[in-house]
């Protein structure tokens, strides 16, 4: 293997994995909140642009007042963060209100929230793209087997890494992800031994609102904002869920990681195969293992 | 004088369209024999969600700019203008509001359309309707193909792929020696025929140029990672790409972030579109851009560019693209084209009379000339040139700048079939 074919090879898996970390950031929200509330919340490709917006304001605010530009990833992933509150608006404002009803309300609900946040997102940033400029450039380059990779991709993949860890060591290690899984096999028995669930849906609503924002945030300085960047990905993140299976962390991941490098491989070996093979995948995982690599035989 | 609630409201509505109020006696005192002296109601159709939504603003913008100046000066032969507003989405919805505007605003002429999937719908319609309709950037092209050559009523946008001929021209001209390409354009009709022409055209200066590899990410892609990892996997002379929208500034920026262009060419055909987010930090010189029909900051502006130019930038705080100048364009050449059909009318002339009088008709535009040629098709000037970071801005702009007329880089006429045209016009002579 020459040194210029190492490069390619890094290359073609650094886009992947790149893609991968974001898609499982906003997949992962995806699953933690069917998991616990079995709501398939179509509006967390609305957050993830969310996120991107107010991650970008927060970089202008920081950088405009004389902030230094090497620190921008502070109030970027605050910023990414903080505004997953509004998880807690939509689910105690309007989500609690048909956790009784049928399927079809809950995604007609979260469907209109996609539509309803886009405009207010073109209603207080405006049409055109928002970008933090070159801001992206800040970290520089290292070379890797003979490639340029940018530094601030490798600390979005890390990021998105370290949160993998947490969100697992927060599911299998603490109370509260106990009570989650609890609440994710059996809510009725849950409730019985005490557990509130009113409180434990805003916190797991808030925390998948969060993730989605968060990426959103992250993934900002490396592209430019734009009202429908969620849909874009919402598509994605379905296929993700599909080939991990419905409910599961660790579904999220490696889905996350296989639609990732196989666009990745299919752009440079075989463009026109670009969303195709990904959806080849699905169909595969359909067809020999229709609850997903990590998904649970449905109850 | 009181004034009535309906004679205030259609005051609003002309300060709406960013008139001056309160002077409605020297409109009438200004009406002529024949002329009514209602408003001229003008029908706006532009994109206000997605992709291309700030296209649709700047086209948007040129027309109120344009109102504003009509209605100080006195309106269209006495007659104030006012603008009415419907949105351009997709074809089905656009084609009702389109009748919404004929059949019950009865606007006098409709403006706007930049989807050409789009226009190939209100093409049609404007004929059946009668309907004066003047498109800022859609064609009735289906791929390089016109559907509508004699046309009443619709009047059209330059061919789709004139900005991948000028772009092969200067490609030509500038980057001698490109021997390998790559394209990446968005997947749809404009970006496969851009890349199709643009090809077809270098071939003529340059037999044995090879295309290595073809992208075609759909509309809307914000990661250009893995493409551009295809991209130096493929190692191209040169990049060719007819992005127009957000995906300009995201590729370059990613490009940016490994280098791409430290060792490749490039041609931008249509990224001016979005040129103030090109940012030196990542918009290296050396890059051939192009603006298509207007460009900002051309040494040789006229008065009215320069005047525009300043008061977009104090409304909006940016510079204006090339958007703006289609949508000033088609009113203005509206406008002319009621002023001369009245002529010889004697009376406020029939969309047919002024239809015809559209016909070959050439106004001043905010880009300089423009005209309509006689088979209803814009022709002006399209600008492109080479990047570079000597000026006064934070986004790069283009010296040295090649004006190129769409006499030239623009087949003759709509029947003509663009391969035998591009075979039998190019290499340019002289």
């Known amino acids: ?299 | 004088m009181e004034t009535s609630r309906r004679e205030f409201l259609k005051g609003v509505g002309v300060a709406a369209a960013g008139s001056a109020v309160g002077f409605p006696a020297v409109v009438s005192a200004q009406a002529r024999k024949g002329v009514p002296s209602d408003p001229v109601k003008i029908g706006v159709i532009p994109i206000r969600a997605g992709v291309a939504a700030p296209v649709g603003a700047a086209g948007q913008r040129g027309v109120e700019w344009w109102a504003e100046r009509v209605n100080k000066a006195g309106g269209i032969l006495g007659r104030k203008v006012e603008l009415v507003f419907e949105e351009e989405s997709n074809p089905k919805d656009t084609l009702e509001r389109f009748r919404k505007l004929a059949l019950q605003t009865k606007a006098d002429v409709i403006v706007g359309g930049i989807s050409t999937a789009v226009g190939l719908a209100l093409g049609p319609a404007a004929e059946e309707l009668k309907m004066l309709w003047l498109s800022w950037d859609g064609t009735t092209q289906k791929g390089v193909e016109e559907t509508m050559p004699k046309p009443t009523y619709a009047f059209r946008s330059v061919d789709n792929e004139v900005e991948a001929i000028g772009g092969a021209l200067l490609t030509a001209k500038y980057f001698k020696g490109v021997k390998t390409i790559a394209g990446i354009n968005n997947d749809y009709s404009y970006g496969h025929d851009c890349w199709e022409t643009y090809q077809a055209v270098l071939k003529r200066y340059t037999p044995d140029v090879k295309s290595v590899l073809e992208l075609f990410p759909k509309l809307g892609v914000t990661d250009f990672t893995s493409h551009i990892a295809a991209i130096q996997q493929a190692k191209p002379d040169l990049l060719m790409t007819s992005f127009w929208s957000g995906d300009t500034t995201i590729l370059l920026k990613q490009a940016a972030a490994v280098g791409l262009f430290k060792t490749m060419k490039a041609c931008f055909t249509t990224g001016g579109g979005v040129h103030d987010s090109l940012k030196k930090e990542f918009t290296p010189e050396g890059l051939i851009l192009g603006y298509n029909s207007m460009y900002f900051n051309y040494a040789g502006a006229s008065p009215l560019l320069k005047q525009f130019v300043r008061e977009y930038k104090a409304k909006y705080g940016e510079y204006p693209p090339y958007e703006c100048d289609h949508g000033y364009f088609t009113v203005e050449s509206y406008k002319a084209g009621v002023e001369k059909a009245y002529k010889t009318a004697g009376e406020w002339p029939s969309k047919e009379q002024v239809a015809k009088a559209l016909e070959g008709i050439e106004v001043e535009s905010l880009s300089g000339k423009r005209s309509w040629r006689a088979d209803h098709v814009q022709m002006c000037n399209f600008f492109q040139g080479i990047t570079t970071h000597k000026n006064a801005f934070d986004f790069v702009t283009i010296d040295p700048v090649e004006v190129l007329p769409t006499t030239r880089i623009m087949k003759p006429t709509t029947g003509t079939k663009l391969l035998d045209w591009i075979n039998a016009t190019f290499p340019l002579k002289g």
């Open chain 1, 1 to 299: 293997m020459g040194p210029s074919m190492a490069a390619n090879l890094v290359n073609i898996l650094m886009g992947g994995v790149f893609h991968a970390a974001i898609l499982f950031l906003v997949a992962a929200g995806l699953q933690v909140v069917f998991g616990v509330q079995r709501i398939f919340n179509l509006a967390c490709g609305s957050f993830y642009a969310l996120g991107a917006y107010v991650g970008v304001s927060a970089v202008q605010a920081f950088t405009g007042a004389g902030g230094p530009p090497a620190l921008f990833i502070l109030p970027l992933a605050l910023a990414g963060l903080l505004v997953g509150v509004v998880g807690v608006v939509v689910e105690r404002g309007l989500l609690s209100f048909v956790y009784d009803r049928d399927e079809t309300f809950q995604l007609l609900l979260t469907f209109a929230l996609v539509l309803m946040l886009e405009d207010v997102i073109r209603l207080t940033w405006g049409t055109a793209p928002y970008s933090t400029s070159a801001l992206y450039l800040t970290y520089g380059q290292i070379n890797l087997l003979g490639a340029t990779v940018p530094v601030y991709n490798l600390i979005v993949i890390g990021a998105s890494l370290a949160i993998a860890l947490g969100i697992g060591w927060l599911l299998t290690r603490t109370v509260f992800g106990r009570i989650i899984r609890a609440a994710a096999d059996n809510r009725e028995m849950a409730e019985a031994l005490g557990v509130d669930m009113r409180w434990v849906y805003a916190k797991v609503f808030t925390l998948g609102t969060a993730l989605g924002t968060l990426g959103g945030a992250l993934v900002i300085p490396a592209t430019a904002a734009m009202s429908e960047m969620g849909i874009e990905l919402i598509v994605e993140a379905f296929a993700v869920v599909v080939i991990g299976g419905l409910g599961s962390m660790r579904g999220a991941f490696v889905g996350a990681l296989v639609v990732g490098i196989f666009r990745a491989v299919a752009i440079a070996v075989y463009p026109e195969l670009e969303m195709l093979i990904i959806y080849l995948v699905v169909i595969a995982v359909l067809v020999l293992r229709p609850r997903g690599l990590f998904g649970r035989v449905a109850v």
